[in-house]
């Protein structure tokens, strides 16, 4: 949900990775009690106050404060919404898939490979080996910092929390992917084109050249007329 969204009338609306606003209603040994305005209160448990360790409630949120809070998990059937005040990544362990392509950010050159930030909660390790068909002696050879690649997932190990890429293969994906569209929506070549435009000109002339021809009994009539004034 971005800041432009609409806050949500009812638990019904909330979903995970939603933004919202509120303010603190309690604070706990275990978490603060947020207010969402909404039928049921939010939790913000101690863990997910800060990106840091957090020894105390009181020391990041005091009953009033207004806050900025991104929904972990909610189940209205129970009225529970389950919140963090640390902004999540664009995309969560449970969404990453094998085979699935990214675009995303170089972050850090390494002699064994490149670190890819795909909006994970980490960056994923793009080896080396992974990067080209051929021998490639160092990452730098075809990366900077900075850049934008296309990767796709290896493996995604949950456990180790790492993510490895691969760019081999990637572009011949994107090729197919544009291939299928174009055999879905065939486009015309320019002498096509050309062609399609010279009948249609053809046809247009053709009807207006129809409209000027008197038909058989018109014809009949003027011959009839022309022959019977040089009889005269």
Request: charged share 30%.
């Amino acid at each position: 949900m971005t800041e432009e969204q609409v806050q949500p009338q009812s638990i019904q609306d909330v979903e995970p990775k939603m933004q919202l606003k509120g303010v603190v209603k309690e604070t706990h040994l275990y978490g603060a009690v947020i207010d969402l305005g909404l039928e049921y209160d939010g939790m913000v448990h101690i863990s997910q106050l800060s990106p840091k360790r957090v020894n105390r409630v009181a020391d990041v949120v005091e009953p009033g404060d207004n806050v900025t809070v991104w929904v972990t998990d909610v189940k209205p059937n129970k009225g529970r919404i389950g919140l963090t005040m640390v902004k999540p990544p664009d995309v969560t362990w449970s969404e990453l898939k094998d085979g699935q392509i990214y675009t995303g950010n170089v972050t850090r050159l390494e002699s064994y490979g490149a670190f890819v930030d795909i909006g994970a909660e980490r960056p994923g390790l793009l080896h080396v080996r992974e990067m080209s068909s051929g021998y490639v002696r160092h990452p730098s050879e075809l990366l900077s910092m900075g850049d934008d690649v296309e990767v796709r997932i290896l493996k995604v190990d949950r456990r180790r929390h790492r993510i490895d890429l691969s760019m081999l293969g990637i572009q011949d994906e994107v090729m197919a992917g544009i291939q299928a569209e174009a055999e879905k929506e065939p486009m015309m070549t320019s002498m096509e084109i050309a062609l399609e435009q010279a009948q249609s000109r053809k046809r247009k002339s053709d009807r207006r050249a129809k409209r000027k021809q008197p038909d058989l009994s018109d014809r009949e009539d003027i011959l009839a007329r022309t022959l019977k004034e040089h009889s005269n």
